[in-house]
């Protein structure tokens, strides 16, 4: 299987399953001398990891981090960054039901089509379990972001669950981590509670909106035609599990303005540099950022495991019905946040790195 690993000059590369023993990755272009240990790693970690409330998933994974390599007395040593989490809670007879069945809405039958074999628990390497090692490469960028753009701070939220939008204007980035649900607006989390209960109960599941912005994002990140920075960006966030959409800026809402509204007018600052008075382009143009925030929003789609009875066949070619066993995430929005973040981390890293090796740390 090819398609393992993202990046360019700051590359990570992911292994492992659902179920199996592990789950790790290999990180390379990690400059040397930066001071990094687990305790860099575990706290973006303990955002992600499974059963923190009912709103997630009850499997109950420590995502305990290990640094096996690339890293000699507290400081990274240029080689290549190896990290390992044992699974710890795999409960693979949950899905000993399901092993001739193709469930709606995953990969099961496209991955046996073009394999030949698939590995029917928990979806073995299609599951969102690889996403921690994701957050775990995003901690390691925001060691090289800190190091070489220390002014960077990248923030996701939950905007939307279902058809509940939060409203703008109340917007508070400080509530984000006071409730399960990563939202900015207070009054709609009683709202979402309501909602996603019963959506739980049901046993059905819902979709969400997650916003991240990365501010301080020095100008010149990106290269323009093919490795254009916003193009980049919309990769990392297509390649999370459950994500249908990614719109950047204005995004959609861009194609019904008109010229004038679109545009993002300048004026010089009383710092005698350039000021952007409005956003829509999301911090990138041309596909090199602008200096502005780097703002992005991703759709994720309902969670494919219900208790819902769903139409199907198996592999001997029989039409059935389909209800999944096991513990799943009635809402996978909400653990999307911290994988979008590191996902925006390790795109940004990426583009610094290469930014300095054909411009030097000229940023501004």
């Given at each position: 299987?090819?398609?393992?690993?993202?990046?360019?000059?700051?590359?990570?590369?992911?292994?492992?399953?659902?179920?199996?023993?592990?789950?790790?990755?290999?990180?390379?272009?990690?400059?040397?001398?930066?001071?990094?240990?687990?305790?860099?790693?575990?706290?973006?970690?303990?955002?992600?990891?499974?059963?923190?409330?009912?709103?997630?998933?009850?499997?109950?994974?420590?995502?305990?981090?290990?640094?096996?390599?690339?890293?000699?007395?507290?400081?990274?040593?240029?080689?290549?960054?190896?990290?390992?989490?044992?699974?710890?809670?795999?409960?693979?007879?949950?899905?000993?039901?399901?092993?001739?069945?193709?469930?709606?809405?995953?990969?099961?039958?496209?991955?046996?089509?073009?394999?030949?074999?698939?590995?029917?628990?928990?979806?073995?390497?299609?599951?969102?379990?690889?996403?921690?090692?994701?957050?775990?490469?995003?901690?390691?960028?925001?060691?090289?972001?800190?190091?070489?753009?220390?002014?960077?701070?990248?923030?996701?939220?939950?905007?939307?669950?279902?058809?509940?939008?939060?409203?703008?204007?109340?917007?508070?980035?400080?509530?984000?981590?006071?409730?399960?649900?990563?939202?900015?607006?207070?009054?709609?989390?009683?709202?979402?509670?309501?909602?996603?209960?019963?959506?739980?109960?049901?046993?059905?599941?819902?979709?969400?909106?997650?916003?991240?912005?990365?501010?301080?994002?020095?100008?010149?990140?990106?290269?323009?035609?093919?490795?254009?920075?916003?193009?980049?960006?919309?990769?990392?966030?297509?390649?999370i599990n459950a994500v249908k959409g990614v719109e950047i800026g204005a995004g959609f809402l861009a194609a019904s303005l008109s010229g004038e509204d679109n545009a993002d007018e300048m004026r010089?600052?009383?710092?005698?540099?350039?000021?952007?008075?409005?956003?829509?382009?999301?911090?990138?143009?041309?596909?090199?950022?602008?200096?502005?925030?780097?703002?992005?929003?991703?759709?994720?789609?309902?969670?494919?495991?219900?208790?819902?009875?769903?139409?199907?066949?198996?592999?001997?070619?029989?039409?059935?019905?389909?209800?999944?066993?096991?513990?799943?995430?009635?809402?996978?929005?909400?653990?999307?946040?911290?994988?979008?973040?590191?996902?925006?981390?390790?795109?940004?890293?990426?583009?610094?790195?290469?930014?300095?090796?054909?411009?030097?740390?000229?940023?501004?």
């Amino acid at each position: 299987m090819s398609g393992n690993g993202f990046g360019h000059t700051f590359r990570f590369t992911t292994f492992g399953e659902s179920h199996g023993p592990a789950i790790g990755c290999v990180i390379d272009g990690v400059p040397p001398l930066l001071a990094l240990s687990e305790a860099d790693i575990q706290p973006w970690l303990d955002q992600r990891k499974p059963g923190q409330n009912r709103f997630t998933t009850q499997r109950q994974e420590a995502d305990q981090v290990r640094i096996l390599s690339g890293v000699f007395d507290g400081v990274t040593t240029g080689t290549s960054i190896g990290l390992l989490i044992e699974n710890t809670d795999q409960r693979s007879k949950d899905y000993g039901d399901i092993k001739d069945t193709y469930r709606p809405g995953h990969a099961d039958w496209v991955y046996e089509q073009k394999y030949g074999i698939r590995d029917y628990r928990g979806g073995g390497r299609s599951s969102a379990r690889e996403t921690a090692m994701r957050v775990a490469a995003g901690a390691v960028a925001r060691v090289i972001l800190d190091s070489l753009a220390p002014g960077i701070a990248i923030r996701g939220a939950m905007v939307q669950m279902g058809p509940h939008a939060i409203d703008p204007g109340r917007w508070d980035w400080d509530q984000r981590q006071a409730n399960p649900f990563w939202c900015p607006d207070a009054e709609t989390v009683p709202v979402w509670e309501k909602f996603l209960d019963g959506v739980r109960k049901a046993g059905s599941s819902t979709g969400g909106v997650v916003e991240v912005t990365a501010s301080g994002v020095p100008v010149g990140l990106g290269a323009p035609v093919y490795d254009k920075l916003d193009a980049d960006l919309a990769k990392a966030m297509m390649s999370i599990n459950a994500v249908k959409g990614v719109e950047i800026g204005a995004g959609f809402l861009a194609a019904s303005l008109s010229g004038e509204d679109n545009a993002d007018e300048m004026r010089m600052g009383p710092d005698g540099r350039v000021q952007f008075l409005s956003n829509n382009a999301g911090g990138i143009l041309g596909g090199l950022s602008t200096g502005q925030d780097v703002v992005l929003r991703l759709a994720v789609k309902p969670t494919s495991s219900i208790l819902i009875p769903k139409k199907s066949v198996d592999r001997h070619g029989n039409d059935i019905e389909v209800i999944t066993k096991g513990r799943h995430d009635p809402c996978v929005a909400i653990r999307a946040v911290p994988v979008a973040e590191a996902m925006m981390a390790v795109t940004l890293a990426d583009h610094l790195l290469r930014h300095r090796a054909q411009c030097g740390l000229s940023l501004t």
